[in-house]
């Protein structure tokens, strides 16, 4: 069984940096697509940023200049790095990836448990 590990999250003064890693866990066959979401109290799940099968980078567009994504296709890890954080970024941040498990050979995208980012003023 496969599953995403997401860690990094915590409180942060507006202004500052965090770095969110999230890795995959489990015999895992093949790696995709990964990258984070977030959703904000209230409001729908928004992507922040995304690193395609093809090796594209998206980002969100609340986010774009001030969060990079990398992703360590080895150690099938993603790192998002967040500076100039506002209260704005406040949410829960969750982790999205496409894997293929080497029980099933069928690829399918997981989601991580989800990590709060509090900003604080």
């Known amino acids: 069984q496969v599953h995403l590990v997401e860690s990094g999250g915590g409180l942060v003064q507006a202004g500052g940096s965090l770095m969110l890693s999230c890795a995959a866990s489990g015999s895992v066959l093949r790696l995709g697509a990964m990258g984070w979401y977030r959703q904000a109290p209230g409001k729908q799940r928004e992507l922040v940023a995304e690193?395609?099968?093809?090796?594209?980078?998206n980002y969100g567009d609340s986010v774009e200049g001030r969060i990079t994504i990398s992703v360590d296709n080895v150690e099938k890890t993603a790192f998002l790095l967040m500076n100039g954080l506002s209260l704005e970024d406040t949410a829960v941040y969750y982790c999205?990836?496409?894997?293929?498990?080497?029980?099933?050979?069928?690829?399918?995208?997981?989601w991580g448990q989800g990590t709060q980012v509090t900003v604080s003023s």
């Open positions: 999205r990836a496409l894997l293929t498990p080497l029980a099933t050979e069928i690829p399918n995208y997981y």
């Open positions: 690193v395609t099968a093809m090796g594209r980078t």
